[in-house]
């Protein structure tokens, strides 16, 4: 079945790095795209970015330019998420979710629903 | 960015009982707005795509109607399962946002 399994929980140092991986199975890795989602403590949901599997483009929400970075590796079928100079209000939840579609249009890119969800990995940042 | 602002923020309901959640967007975004359910330690699930499309799998007793702006999210004979927290989210423009979700509870 398809299905997208995180690495395991992190505590990193603030200005430390992180990089989280999401492995996918049970279809074809290239066809999709894929979110990345986050919730700190007790929050709401928000999305960091976008990477296409299939040629590797991204989109990052314009707070973490700079400090994130979404890359994949066909090989494994596998997502990663790198995220830089770490603060305390980086504490979260962190998802991978796939994508239902994507549609590109002249002006804009329409990421259409989430609908497969990694399990979520923890990252604290304490010193 | 397009701000997303759901209301109730969250209701308490009985079993059966019908419970209605707007979602209002700061601008137009046709019909690009997704529901999610989340229970507390699991990651979110997608109920209702492109405004009122369920999910496959997922119970006809959840609806979405709307575009535009103004959104509605329904449960209908709510469930003692249905207790979680619901969010919606745009995808007319990036970033994609989500509101601030609505706690439901049984």
């Known amino acids: 079945q398809v299905q997208l399994a995180q690495s395991g929980a992190e505590v990193k140092k603030p200005g430390a790095s992180v990089k989280v991986s999401c492995k996918a199975s049970g279809y074809r890795f290239t066809t999709y795209g894929f979110s990345w989602v986050r919730q700190a403590p007790g929050q709401g949901l928000e999305w960091m970015g976008w990477i296409s599997a299939k040629n590797g483009n991204t989109k990052y929400v314009e707070k973490l330019q700079g400090r994130v970075t979404m890359t994949t590796d066909t090989s494994t079928t596998t997502v990663y998420m790198e995220l830089r100079s770490l603060r305390s209000d980086d504490t979260a939840v962190y998802y991978c979710?796939?994508?239902?579609?994507?549609?590109?249009?002249?002006?804009?890119?329409?990421?259409?629903?989430?609908?497969?969800w990694g399990q979520g990995t923890t990252v604290t940042v304490s010193s | 960015d397009i701000q997303m602002t759901q209301s109730p923020s969250s209701l308490s309901a009985s079993v059966g009982d019908r419970v209605t959640i707007t979602c209002q967007a700061s601008?137009?975004?046709?019909?690009?707005l997704n529901w999610y359910q989340q229970k507390p330690g699991k990651a979110p699930e997608l109920l209702i795509y492109d405004a009122s499309n369920l999910e496959t799998g997922v119970p006809p007793r959840f609806s979405g109607s709307g575009s535009g702006t103004d959104f509605i999210f329904a449960i209908s004979n709510l469930q003692p399962e249905d207790s979680a927290t619901y969010y919606c989210?745009?995808?007319?423009?990036?970033?994609?946002?989500f509101g601030g979700g609505t706690k439901v509870e049984i």
């Open positions: 989210q745009q995808f007319d423009n990036l970033p994609l946002t």
């Open positions: 601008e137009d975004i046709n019909n690009y």
């Open positions: 979710a796939r994508h239902s579609k994507t549609g590109i249009s002249a002006t804009n890119y329409y990421f259409y629903g989430m609908n497969v």
